[in-house]
Nanobody
Framework: AVKLEESGGGSVQAGGSLRLSCVAS????????LAWFRQAPGKGLEGVAH????????IVADAVKGRFAISQDNAKSTVYLQIKSLKPDDTAMYYC????????????????????WGQGTQVTVSW
């Protein structure tokens, strides 16, 4: 019922910054958690950040803490993933995902817990 569309990816040099956007449309009234995942070539989905869209609390994975930040606009129509000090290891397809469940702790980074996914936006970081 909710549609997600990512944008903002691209090719950047190491040390640069990007801001990814996830626009939610359709029925968003029952969306309470939204997360950013990434999938590097040959790797599985890795949760990088999560936001409780109903109350605004955020979680950032330890692996990217200090470089990644998640936020939402006032209308809660768009969720952002702000990335700084990009590294080549950040190269991946980045997806946003949403669910009605109010996730936290260990559950937020489990892909199975999300029912809606975007198409992804590619981030490529070079030397």
């Amino acid at each position: 019922a909710v549609k997600l569309e990512e944008s903002g990816g691209g090719s950047v040099q190491a040390g640069g910054s990007l801001r990814l956007s996830c626009v939610a449309s359709g029925d968003t009234s029952n969306t309470n958690s939204l997360a950013w995942f990434r999938q590097a070539p040959g790797k599985g989905l890795e949760g990088v950040a999560h936001i409780r869209t109903d109350i605004g609390t955020t979680i950032v994975a330890d692996a990217v803490k200090g470089r990644f930040a998640i936020s939402q606009d006032n209308a809660k129509s768009t969720v952002y993933l702000q990335i700084k000090s990009l590294k080549p290891d950040d190269t991946a397809m980045y997806y946003c995902a949403a669910t009605s469940s109010r996730l936290a702790w260990n559950s937020w980074s489990i892909p199975h817990n999300y029912h809606a996914w975007g198409q992804g936006t590619q981030v490529t970081v070079s030397w």
